[in-house]
């Protein structure tokens, strides 16, 4: 197979976002005087959105989990707000994850982005980490009809990238990513060091599993061709 593009989810697989997730949830509770969550709670909502993730907070603590309720309605806009303030602020790239990447483009290996993260808060999270230069094509929430576990994104990513599915590599972390890149046809990694709703990765059955950077590259080498769009 010759690979010319590898297309990566952002939270859980590039980047440690959980902890400014859950500082933001927190911060939205509050004003309903409701408990802060714990990061080991929070990350496990990581992967299908934000409207899902803080649906799921206020179920922990409320019990009322609808995305209709009077009090979704009035504390998700301040769940997106604290959101967009901490971007950037509490979230640090997995290990040699920069050098990594760096190392794929050598190779003439194109990058992109697969998130169901809101576009403006991708970009921010991108531009403060001074990663944007990396990625030809991002594909954030709301780009594509549906987001993950839909194969939208991904295709909507293929089209903007002018590829084929026998090109392209997903490398992501949870079984949201799993989902989609099956229902997209397309050969999906998945990382050890990602979310995955408190479940190990194994348990999602992608193509690969891999430990890390470093293992990322190494198995890629022994993979696949690489061959160079011009």
């Known amino acids: 197979m010759t ?64 995305q209709e309720s009077e009090q979704f309605k009035r504390l998700y806009p301040e769940f997106l707000k604290q ?41 921010q999270l991108l531009e403060h980490l001074k990663l944007t230069h990396y990625f030809d094509v991002v594909v954030a929430g709301g780009d594509a009809l549906r987001g993950k576990p839909h194969p939208d994104p991904l295709l909507l990513a293929l089209d903007q990238a002018g590829i084929s599915r026998d090109e392209v590599l997903f490398v992501g972390d949870s079984v949201n990513d799993v989902e989609a890149a099956r229902a997209a046809q397309i050969s999906i990694w998945a990382f050890t060091h990602g979310y995955n709703h408190g479940l190990p990765i194994s348990d999602a059955k992608p193509d690969r599993v891999i430990n890390g950077f470093t293992d990322l590259y190494t198995q890629l080498k022994t993979t696949f061709t690489f061959l160079p769009i011009h």
């Open 83 to 123: 959101y967009q303030l901490v971007t950037g602020q509490l979230s640090e790239p997995f290990c040699d994850m920069e050098a990594i990447l760096s190392l794929i483009k050598q190779e003439g290996i194109k990058l992109g982005i697969v998130t169901n993260k809101e576009r403006s808060l991708t970009l």
């Open 3 to 66: 690979l010319k593009y590898i297309l990566f989810d952002l939270d859980g697989t590039l980047i440690d976002t959980a902890a400014e997730i859950t500082e933001a949830t927190n911060r939205a509770l509050a004003f309903d005087r409701l408990p802060a969550l714990k990061r080991e709670e929070v990350q496990n909502w990581i992967g299908k959105g934000t409207a899902w993730l803080f649906s799921k907070a206020l179920a922990r603590s409320t019990g009322e989990s609808s």
